[in-house]
T-cell receptor
Framework: NAGVTQTPKFQVLKTGQSMTLQCAQD?????MSWYRQDPGMGLRLIHY???????DQGEVPNGYNVSRSTTEDFPLRLLSAAPSQTSVYFC??????????????FGDGTRLSIL | GNSVTQMEGPVTLSEEAFLTINCTYT??????LFWYVQYPGEGLQLLLK?????DKGSNKGFEATYRKETTSFHLEKGSVQVSDSAVYFC?????????????FGRGTSLIVHP
């Protein structure tokens, strides 16, 4: 019973590099989302998806891309890393349950540092 | 727009003490309200929820009542344990306002001493 799995757990990048944060869930949830968590702040929504082939922007989408080719996977791409993107990133899923994309299950996070 | 305000932490208590973490909100529609808990090094876990006024959400000894008149959703527990030490987040989901973006508070750190 894996739930939501994120990889990698830690990553250090140089400014300008690109990378993909992986997220997979095995609960057949339609709703998936990406958040970033910064010190002293709540979670902020980057992008979300209400099903395979459908994605939309959240609160802070600039500098990030997503795709949803399958129900299980929802990768987050950093196009050209900037120090302001240093953060902890969480992937989350939900079965809807009347609350749309209010997250129910979170991964353990990816701690990303941009030098 | 929507917002969630939580009391500043850290909240430091002795084991078996009574816990209250305050949460107030503003919303354009009729939100559902949530509490999450985050243990060190982990993602958030949904702790409890309430979908309409006067609903009480409860789980693992924690409870919170949706108070529309005071726009509040305070988290309470009668007797805390060391294992309750974590960061607690209040959140709302306001689909009635046309937004599919959940709103989270900044989190309140709870430290429980033996």
């Amino acid at each position: 019973n894996a739930g939501v799995t994120q990889t990698p757990k830690f990553q250090v990048l140089k400014t300008g590099q690109s990378m993909t944060l992986q997220c997979a869930q095995d609960m057949n949830h339609e709703y998936m989302s990406w958040y970033r968590q910064d010190p002293g702040m709540g979670l902020r929504l980057i992008h979300y998806s209400v099903g395979a082939g459908i994605t939309d922007q959240g609160e802070v989408p600039n500098g990030y891309n997503v795709s949803r080719s399958t129900t299980e996977d929802f990768p987050l791409r950093l196009l050209s890393a900037a120090p302001s993107q240093t953060s902890v990133y969480f992937c989350a899923s939900s079965d809807g349950d009347g609350f749309s994309n209010q997250p129910q299950h979170f991964g353990d996070g990816t701690r990303l540092s941009i030098l | 727009g929507n917002s969630v305000t939580q009391m500043e932490g850290p909240v430091t208590l002795s084991e078996e003490a009574f816990l209250t973490i305050n949460c107030t909100y503003t919303a354009t529609g009729y939100p559902s309200l949530f509490w999450y808990v985050q243990y060190p090094g982990e993602g958030l876990q949904l702790l409890l929820k309430a979908t309409k006024a006067d609903d009480k959400g409860s789980n693992k000894g924690f409870e919170a009542t949706y108070r529309k008149e005071t726009t509040s959703f305070h988290l309470e527990k009668g007797s805390v344990q060391v294992s309750d030490s974590a960061v607690y987040f209040c959140a709302l989901s306001d689909q009635g306002g046309g937004s599919y973006i959940p709103t989270f508070g900044r989190g309140t750190s709870l430290i429980v001493h033996p």
